[in-house]
T-cell receptor, first 115, second 108 residues
Framework: NAGVTQTPKFQVLKTGQSMTLQCAQD?????MYWYRQDPGMGLRLIYY???????DKGEVPNGYNVSRLNKREFSLRLESAAPSQTSVYFC??????????????FGEGSRLTVL | AQRVTQPEKLLSVFKGAPVELKCNYS??????LFWYVQYSRQRLQLLLR??SRESIKGFTADLNKGETSFHLKKPFAQEEDSAMYYC??????????FGTGTRLQVTL
């Protein structure tokens, strides 16, 4: 039972390079999310997708793009990586909107370093 | 706007001592509040939610709308409680807003 799977787990980039973080969930969840986790700042929402076919900006969307490829997959792209994007990235999913929306299931995280 | 504040970055307690992790929120509507926990080398996971009014691993949390707080409490800390704890609020649309987290360190 995989739950939420993220790849890659680790990545080192040079400034200006691009990359895509992949996320897939096998729980038939409607909503998916990308967060970044930085020391002293907790988890901050980058983008989310409340349902297949929709995406919306979170708190810190600048420098990122997302694609909800289908119900299972939600990718995060860095077009031109910057050192400020060094962080741990978490993908998460939840079943429905409404009162149960708050129960998120998280991936293991992807540690990204931008030199 | 919705906001969650966890004033303590680190809380260090002795084994067997009571624990209280503070969480305050700001939200104009009716809040749904949660505590998430991240143990070392494990995924972030839901610990408890206020609507369930349950006790998980000895932890409880009561929503106080008057004080806009949702503090996490446990009467007797155990070593295995050492972890990072995040308070979170589900408000607008499908978004969940997290606080900055409190690291609980339980020492012998």
């Amino acid at each position: 039972n995989a739950g939420v799977t993220q790849t890659p787990k680790f990545q080192v980039l040079k400034t200006g390079q691009s990359m895509t973080l992949q996320c897939a969930q096998d729980m038939n969840h409607n909503s998916m999310y990308w967060y970044r986790q930085d020391p002293g700042m907790g988890l901050r929402l980058i983008y989310y997708s409340a349902s297949e076919g929709t995406t919306d900006k979170g708190e810190v969307p600048n420098g990122y793009n997302v694609s909800r490829l289908n119900k299972r997959e939600f990718s995060l792209r860095l077009e031109s990586a910057a050192p400020s994007q060094t962080s741990v990235y978490f993908c998460a999913s939840s079943a429905r909107q409404g009162m149960w929306a708050g129960e998120l299931f998280f991936g293991e995280g992807s540690r990204l370093t931008v030199l | 706007a919705q906001r969650v504040t966890q004033p303590e970055k680190l809380l260090s307690v002795f084994k067997g001592a009571p624990v209280e992790l503070k969480c305050n929120y700001s939200y104009s509507g009716s809040p749904e509040l949660f505590w998430y926990v991240q143990y070392s080398r494990q995924r972030l996971q839901l610990l408890l939610r206020h609507i369930s009014r349950e006790s998980i691993k000895g932890f409880t949390a009561d929503l106080n709308k008057g004080e806009t707080s949702f503090h996490l409490k446990k009467p007797f800390a155990q070593e295995e409680d050492s972890a990072m704890y995040y308070c979170a609020l589900a408000g607008t649309a499908s978004k969940l807003t997290f606080g900055t987290g409190t690291r609980l360190q339980v020492t012998l």
